[in-house]
Every structure is written in structure tokens, then in C-alpha cells.
């Protein structure tokens, strides 16, 4: 087991197969390899990446598929080798989310980089879509705005 | 920092296996063609500024809001 301290969730203790192992860390968090996912809660479709490292960083992700049924992507060569991913049901896909202003109807995916979890081994990465047309903000609530006077 | 001049055709190597040619200059454009091994990532400079920005965004989340409303639409 193994003790994370976290400021969102207080002192949590996880068992080392549960840690997720960014080698590369993500963008602009490159120093940041492990990471443990706790789920907002037992019904939510929304998780936390919580690093193991800094007790304030954590961040929020969904499951893509479940607010854009048509999301998909290959996975290159390169990152299939880093991963060492050998099935494809062995892999966890996480979109990362950006909620401005505390509008929980404004909150973003970034599509454009998808979390990939090898679960097998815990191996992580966060894989750019550099060929893809997605983009870094794409609305989870895309009606938010055009239903804003129906209260 | 190193900078070079480099003409139409002409290549710069780095390290032992990645060399980076530079194939044709036209006008703003410059075409640039890159044999690098695998596992060397290559981006364009914006994609990856981008997703950087985006992350920091991403990790400055407020500690306590309420997710409960906010379910899938099953939107496309």
C-alpha cells in the first residue's frame, strides 16, 4: 500500500498495482509519473487523476465515449511499443476536463488528447492526436447555451 | 541555442538518427521532412503548446463542484 496525500481527498492509501505510470508525465506536467484515478462517485461518469506526487494536483476526466458517441482514434505504432498494449479491451481511455468560470454547462473535453491506461500494466500516456481534426475544447453540454433563457 | 542557415536540399543531423531535411522554401513556408526513430515523437510546436496550455487549465479546477447535474445528454 502506499500512502497519497492529497488536499481534494485527504490521506489515501492505495494499493502499487492501482498507480497509474505516466513515464513522460503529461504536458506541461512532465515531472508528474504517477498518478491514482479516483472516481467522483459510484454512479458518476466523471473520475480524478490525482498525482501522487503533489497533493493539489488533480485533475478532472470522463469517459469521451459516454458524451461523444461517435469519438474515435487509432493509436500509432509508437505508442502501442510504450504502452506495451497487447489487447484493446485492456485499455482505459480518459479525456481530460477544463470547466471554466465554475460552470459545470460550459466544461470542455479536450479530445485532442486522450489519456491512454494500458490497465495490464498501468502504463499511461497522454497520446496527441496530431493527424486528427479533433481539438482541445469540445463542449460536454453543447444545448447549455441555446436552453440558457428555458429556466 | 543553435542556429543555422540552411539552403533548399541541404540537411542537419542530430545525434546519430535523426536528420532533419529541409525540402523546399516558399515565400512563409518552409517544408521540412524528419527521418527520427520511433520512439522520438515529433509535433508541431502549436499542437503541443496547446495541450500544454490546456492542461494547465485543466489542473486549476475548483475543489468542490457538484458533478451530480451534470450527467451525459447522449448528444452527438
Do not use: W
Amino acid at each position: 500500500m502506499r500512502k497519497i496525500n492529497t488536499v481534494r481527498f485527504g490521506e489515501i492509501e492505495e494499493e502499487e498495482g492501482k498507480i497509474v505510470h505516466f513515464e513522460q508525465g503529461l504536458p506541461a506536467f512532465e515531472e508528474e509519473k504517477e498518478f491514482i484515478i479516483i472516481p467522483y462517485d459510484a454512479e458518476s461518469p466523471y473520475v480524478f487523476l490525482q498525482s501522487a506526487k503533489t497533493p493539489d494536483l488533480a485533475f478532472l476526466m470522463t469517459i469521451p465515449f459516454m458524451f461523444f458517441s461517435d469519438y474515435e482514434f487509432s493509436i500509432d505504432d509508437s505508442v502501442i511499443e510504450c504502452l506495451a498494449i497487447d489487447k484493446q479491451e485492456e485499455l482505459l481511455i480518459y479525456t481530460l476536463l477544463t470547466l471554466p468560470n465554475r460552470d459545470i454547462r460550459q466544461m470542455t473535453a479536450n479530445l485532442l488528447a486522450p489519456v491512454v491506461i494500458n490497465t495490464k500494466n498501468m502504463q499511461a500516456k497522454q497520446v496527441i492526436l496530431e493527424k486528427s481534426a479533433y481539438m482541445t475544447k469540445h463542449k460536454l453540454f453543447p444545448q447549455a447555451d441555446a436552453n440558457k433563457g428555458d429556466k | 541555442m543553435l542556429v543555422l542557415t540552411r539552403k533548399p536540399k541541404q540537411q542537419i543531423m542530430i545525434g546519430d538518427n535523426i536528420i532533419v531535411n529541409v525540402v523546399e522554401v516558399q515565400g512563409d513556408n518552409v517544408r521540412i521532412a524528419i527521418e527520427a526513430p520511433r520512439e522520438i515523437k515529433i509535433y508541431r510546436g502549436e499542437i503541443y503548446k496547446a495541450i500544454q496550455e490546456e492542461n494547465r487549465k485543466a489542473a486549476e479546477q475548483p475543489m468542490d463542484i457538484d458533478l451530480t447535474q451534470a450527467e451525459p445528454e447522449n448528444n452527438k
